[in-house]
């Protein structure tokens, strides 16, 4: 692990994914004392989504190698036993079929295959900052599209004003679901506008192919203004409702987890400050910036709020 | 069981080698690209977690001398000790120098205003004396009472440790938990032979009586 400071990286050193897999080999063969080993096959043979279009929300900093989004993960249904049991676990669970049923207050709720999802929308890439309420972050080459035209395609009600996002439960594949420290089905949700906002994506790839499981397969949200745990991953329910949803971490620890999330310096979780960030592959911790950097798109949403409550 | 002093000092020595290997163990995942993405939280983790292994380790060798009768055992704890001094060391030092980079003003305020590095601060505090009075000479200096009473705050330490782990946990506290369960059962140990000790005292006592 060489010590860089953050702006000297130039591209070419940051792992492409054709060494991904050349690294692997080679740590497997050295017979890795097996913290970072482990990945599932699943993670070399995946769907390729080509002729992605750009995005003019992405960030220019260099994406994180597939390597350490696909392995650095927070993903309780698989574990609270670290980062790397995600990617140890997530191998088993079926992403095939899949479907998602989005209702509540819509005129047209219904529920989608994964294949008909994937034809909603034309597939953006979206380079996006990741922020992790636990402090550190990444950027992620993510492939997807706005969750807003999704939404369009089952007509929300007037009255609705918040959406709900469900995610997977499989005991048979999931052993956290056997710890009671979370309410399962993990559950998140967001206000109808920060839903409707373009920067909120929904995912299904990453580097250009579906999302390895631990990263949420097949389909995850992804809102990169807020702290991580608010984009579910592994989504079957979408319901849009009138009421502010009950949100699983906020449910586990309020003073800790708010409804909102949003990636804020100045307001510190009770254990720890959110003042600065280490991005994954960096040695210096960098300042976390308010709204993760997106605050010009999204500050207007909260206009007239006081963050510091509506944490 | 007693060995003899030549195999006293090779049992040493390879004992001394042993309790590098989790130190070795970072060398070797650092060579191998095998740190993670997060490598220096992986090394604080590690060497935080052997800080306090080599604690509860220290602490078992009194009940494992009582229960095998090896009372030569008593000749490795100073090195047990030192080493859960040199790990908690490494730990610290990883925090200042790789985690905040000497960040003064935000460690700071992390010592004061977060509970479990608080803790963890002031378990380091607490081992401090105990490293500095480790040698012979020490001991000789205090006199023995004394430094056996000093070397008592070692139970705090491991406690004050345990809580540590426990206050840093996201949710799943399964680990701090058997700490604290392998904790208990060695200070249980202590406390138990000590009341069977008075006891015997106490009817010694009577009966001379
Ligand atoms: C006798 C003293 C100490 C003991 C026994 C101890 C023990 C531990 C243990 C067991 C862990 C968790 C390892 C894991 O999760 O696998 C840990 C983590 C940690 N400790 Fe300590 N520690 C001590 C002193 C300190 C001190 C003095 C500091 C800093 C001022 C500190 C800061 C940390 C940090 C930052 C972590 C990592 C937290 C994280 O990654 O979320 N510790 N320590």
Same mark, same amino acid.
Request: with cysteine; proline share 6%.
């Given at each position: 692990?060489?010590?860089?400071?953050?702006?000297?990286?130039?591209?070419?050193? $940051?792992?492409?994914?054709?060494? *991904?897999?050349?690294?692997?080999?080679?740590? =497997?063969?050295?017979? +890795?004392?097996?913290?970072? &080993?482990?990945?599932?096959?699943?993670?070399?043979?995946?769907?390729?989504f080509?002729?992605?279009q750009?995005s003019?929300f992405?960030?220019?900093?260099?994406?994180?190698?597939?390597?350490? $989004?696909?392995?650095?993960?927070? *993903?309780?249904?698989?574990?609270?036993?670290? =980062?790397?049991?995600? +990617?140890?676990?997530?191998? &088993?669970?079926?992403t095939r079929p899949w479907t998602v049923t989005i209702e509540g207050l819509a005129h047209k709720p219904r529920t989608f295959a994964i294949e008909d999802i994937l034809r909603i929308a034309p597939l953006e890439?979206r380079?996006y900052?990741?922020?992790?309420?636990?402090?550190?972050?990444?950027?992620?080459?993510w492939v997807g599209f706005p969750l807003h035209a999704l939404l369009k395609q089952v007509e929300p009600l007037g009255s609705a004003k918040y959406v709900e996002f469900v995610t997977h439960t499989?005991?048979?594949?999931?052993?956290?679901?056997?710890?009671?420290?979370?309410e399962w089905p993990y559950t998140e949700g967001l206000r109808l506008d920060e839903a409707l906002h373009p920067l909120t994506i929904l995912a299904v790839g990453?580097?250009?192919?579906?999302l390895?499981?631990?990263?949420g397969a097949p389909l995850r949200l992804v809102v990169p203004w807020k702290?991580?745990?608010k984009s579910g991953k592994s989504i079957v329910r979408i319901r849009l409702t009138d009421k502010e949803p009950k949100t699983t971490?906020n449910l586990?620890?309020?003073?800790?987890?708010?409804f909102y999330a949003n990636?804020?310096?100045?307001?510190?979780?009770?254990?720890?400050?959110?003042?600065?960030?280490?991005?994954?592959?960096?040695?210096?911790?960098?300042?976390?910036?308010?709204?993760?950097?997106y605050?010009?798109q999204v500050?207007p949403l909260y206009a007239g709020m006081?963050?510091?409550?509506h944490? | 069981?007693?060995?003899?002093?030549?195999?006293?000092?090779?049992?040493?020595?390879?004992?001394?080698?042993?309790?590098?290997?989790?130190?070795?163990?970072?060398?070797?995942?650092?060579?191998?690209?095998?740190?993670?993405?997060?490598?220096?939280?992986?090394?604080?983790?590690?060497?935080?977690?052997?800080?306090?292994?080599?604690?509860?380790?220290?602490?078992?060798?009194?009940?494992?001398?009582?229960?095998?009768?090896?009372?030569?055992?008593?000749?490795?704890?100073?090195?047990?000790?030192?080493?859960?001094?040199?790990?908690?060391?490494?730990?610290?030092?990883?925090?200042?120098?790789?985690?905040?980079?000497?960040?003064?003003?935000?460690?700071?305020?992390?010592?004061?205003?977060?509970?479990?590095?608080?803790?963890?601060?002031?378990?380091?505090?607490?081992?401090?004396?105990?490293?500095?009075?480790?040698?012979?000479?020490?001991?000789?200096?205090?006199?023995?009472?004394?430094?056996?009473?000093?070397?008592?705050?070692?139970?705090?330490?491991?406690?004050?440790?345990?809580?540590?782990?426990?206050?840093?946990?996201?949710?799943?506290?399964?680990?701090?938990?058997?700490?604290?369960?392998?904790?208990?059962?060695?200070?249980?140990?202590?406390?138990?032979?000590?009341?069977?000790?008075?006891?015997?005292?106490?009817?010694?006592?009577?009966?001379?009586?």
């Open positions: 692990m060489l010590i860089k400071r953050p702006d000297d990286i130039a591209p070419s050193e $940051i792992t492409p994914r054709s060494l *991904f897999g050349r690294r692997r080999a080679f740590i =497997k063969a050295a017979g +890795a004392l097996a913290l970072a &080993a482990g990945l599932p096959a699943e993670t070399w043979a995946r769907e390729a080509p002729g992605l750009k003019a992405s960030t220019l900093e260099p994406p994180n190698s597939l390597r350490d $989004i696909a392995s650095y993960n927070n *993903f309780v249904e698989f574990g609270f036993g670290g =980062k790397s049991q995600p +990617a140890e676990r997530a191998g &088993a669970m079926k890439e380079i900052r990741l922020r992790c309420v636990e402090g550190w972050s990444m950027v992620i080459p499989d005991p048979a594949t999931m052993p956290g679901l056997r710890f009671s420290y979370l990453l580097y250009g192919e579906a390895p499981n631990q990263n702290y991580g745990f971490w586990a620890q309020p003073e800790e987890y708010g990636v804020n310096p100045e307001v510190s979780h009770p254990r720890w400050s959110q003042e600065k960030e280490r991005r994954i592959g960096e040695f210096f911790k960098r300042k976390t910036l308010p709204f993760n950097g605050a010009e500050a006081d963050l510091r409550k944490y | 069981m007693q060995p003899n002093p030549q195999q006293l000092s090779a049992l040493k020595a390879a004992l001394f080698a042993l309790c590098l290997v989790p130190l070795a163990q970072l060398g070797w995942l650092g060579w191998s690209d095998a740190l993670g993405a997060n490598p220096i939280e992986l090394i604080t983790r590690h060497l935080g977690k052997w800080t306090l292994n080599f604690l509860l380790i220290t602490l078992a060798v009194t009940p494992l001398r009582h229960l095998t009768g090896w009372h030569w055992l008593i000749r490795l704890r100073r090195m047990l000790g030192l080493y859960a001094f040199f790990y908690a060391l490494l730990h610290f030092l990883t925090y200042l120098w790789l985690d905040q980079f000497f960040d003064w003003a935000s460690i700071v305020r992390d010592i004061a205003k977060r509970p479990f590095i608080t803790t963890g601060f002031t378990a380091f505090l607490l081992l401090i004396p105990l490293a500095a009075t480790s040698n012979a000479a020490m001991v000789k200096r205090l006199g023995g009472r004394r430094w056996t009473q000093l070397h008592r705050s070692v139970y705090a330490i491991a406690l004050i440790g345990v809580a540590h782990y426990w206050w840093l946990v996201k949710k799943d506290v399964t680990l701090p938990l058997l700490y604290a369960v392998l904790l208990g059962a060695l200070l249980g140990f202590r406390a138990l032979r000590l009341a069977k000790e008075r006891r015997r005292q106490l009817a010694a006592y009577s009966r001379s009586r």
